[in-house]
Structure formats: C-alpha cells, structure tokens
C-alpha cells in the first residue's frame, strides 16, 4: 500500500495513492467526462447506467470511459448486482490520489511517514491524541479468581510504543480494572492480560477470535484459537486481538494477553516490534485481526525480547 503525505495548518494527513508506472495512464484523466465519472464514483459506488444518469450524458459514453479508467487500474470492480432483468458491475476508485515517481529522491523518515502503523492505530490514536483508556490488572488479589496481575508491568514497553506517535493526552491514561466504571465500558480499550487477572477481559473473553478457555483436566488456562481450532497450552504464548467493543458500537477493543507475565510480554513485544506483521490479521483469515506468538529469549538473558508468529 503507498501513501501520499500531507501537511497543513491542522497537522499532517496519509491518503493511500495509485502508484502508476506508464505516464501516459494520465493521459486518460486529461478528459473531462472520465474525471466526473471518478469523482462521482468517489462519493458512492455505481454502474455506468446510474453515472450516466447522474451525468445526464449517453450511456455508451460513460461505458467507454469506465472501459479504459479499468483498464488502467484507477477503477476497480467491487460486486455485481442482480436488478430487473440484468446485472450492474458496481465499481469504485481505487484511491483517491494517483502519483507516479520521476526517481527516487531522498526519503523522509520520521514518525509521520510510518502510516501504516497509525493506521493499524486508528481509533486509538486520532489526530496525534491518544482515543482510548488503557486498562491493567489491579496488582492486589481481586475479582472471582481472587487473582493479582502483573501484566500491568507491560503497559510500560505499550506505552513507549505509542508515545512515538502522540502528541498530546488527556488523564487517566489508564486505569485498573478495579477501577472501571460503566461509562469507561464505552470508550475504545487497550486491555493488557488475561480473564484471571483482568476483570475486563474476561468481560469480552468469549467475544473474542483468539480466547482463554479454563481447564478443569489441567487445571490452568488454555488458549484457543477460533480460526485454526488450534489449543495453546505453552507459557509463552501470548495474542493481540482486536474486536468491535460489545459495550459500545462504533468503539472498539484491542487485547494483549497471555499465559501470565511472560505471554503477555509476548503479546506486546508482537505489537510494539511487529505492528506491521500484526495489521496483516489471521494467518487464515486476514479480515481478523487475531495473531497469536511465542515469546522467544534471542539473547539468552533469561527475559522475552522477541516472538514468532504461530498465526
């Protein structure tokens, strides 16, 4: 995916771009009547027939036009519809900007060129303030497992991580699950450790792709996998997992769990080292993001510094 950088008085703006290798593609955006097809397209998607209304203009032009903007790319089919009597190819712009590189310059590294990131962050992050309440479990034994946490440890490598991409933030930047109330339900989470030591994520454990499940044969926690079916009983395996938030529908919740302090640390070591690899989603199915690590030990200091995707 390329992006195109923008910068103004309110800050900086990504907007994903076509990169072209043929300048003469721009030949075809030289005519007027296919530059009103993109931008009604751009609205909303549709079928030559509805642009052609839209533009009172003959159908078989807008056909034409629609023909070549495929053809080249900028254009794209995203379904068909049965209506009466026949079929409507539906279609849309592949993005809202086309760029074509004359060389390659001197890039720009700096924390607003890492897009993809910021945009895995999103609804978390918004506009360089962070848009979410981070919760931790209390260290005090608490909750029906009467268990304390120390995964909340974790929250310090999370917040380092995001720090890079904030420019300011409102308090509390977190809080225990203690300390939760309804109305913090509703915002966007960042939950960090399992059901037994964070209240909150045993709220929404079976909502999610990737869940703890408790064994009575093992007497321990097993992670189970909804995508491959998988069951994970190692120590160090930890998941990132991100879900609509079943207390609010237009927030959502991100969860960095594991098998206690050590597949936690995994789960955010993944995220913090690999956040690129975790946006890719599921290993089977990549709409989901659902990715489950092992933590591994690279420099054999007796501390998680790394993890392999398991998927």
């Not at 533009?55 to 519809?81: C, F």
């Not at 890719?280 to 030990?297: F, H, Q, T, Y």
């Not at 200091?301 to 998927?311: A, H, K, N, P, R």
Request: charged fraction near 25%.
């Amino acid at each position: 995916m390329k992006y195109l950088l923008e910068e103004s008085e309110e800050g900086h703006k990504a907007f994903t771009t076509m990169m072209i290798e043929n300048p003469k593609l721009f030949s075809i955006l030289s005519n007027d009547l296919a530059l009103k097809i993109i931008k009604e397209l751009g609205k909303s998607p549709a079928c030559a027939f509805d642009i052609a209304r839209k533009l009172k203009v003959h159908e078989q032009k807008v056909y034409y036009h629609m023909r070549n903007l495929e053809k080249s790319g900028i254009i794209k089919l995203i379904r068909i519809e049965d209506r009466v009597g026949a079929s409507a190819k539906i279609y849309q712009p592949y993005s809202s900007m086309v760029s074509f590189k004359l060389f390659d310059g001197e890039p720009i590294n700096d924390i607003k060129t890492k897009i993809t990131q910021l945009k895995f962050l999103k609804p978390f992050i918004e506009n360089g303030k962070l848009n979410s309440l981070i919760i931790v479990g209390s260290p005090d034994p608490h909750g029906k497992y009467k268990s304390p946490a120390s995964d909340g440890y974790c929250a310090i490598n999370l917040g380092a991580c995001l720090g890079q991409f904030i420019t300011g933030f409102n308090e509390p930047l977190y809080k225990l699950d203690t300390q939760i109330k309804e109305v913090d339900l509703k915002q966007n989470l960042i939950l960090i450790g399992g059901p037994k030591a964070n209240m909150i994520t045993d709220k929404v454990n079976k909502e999610l792709p990737i869940y703890f499940d408790y064994s009575s044969e093992s007497l321990d926690w097993n992670i189970v996998s909804t995508t491959t079916k998988n069951v994970y009983k190692d120590k160090y395996i930890g998941f990132v997992a991100r879900i609509n938030n079943p207390f609010s529908k237009d927030k959502e919740i991100l969860v960095l769990a594991g098998k206690g302090f050590t597949g936690s640390r995994a789960a955010v070591l993944a995220l913090t080292k690999h956040m690129k690899q975790v946006s890719k989603g599921n290993l089977v199915n990549p709409e989901i993001i659902a990715k489950v690590v092992r933590g591994i030990d690279v420099d054999s200091d007796m501390l998680v510094d790394d993890v392999e995707f398991l998927e």
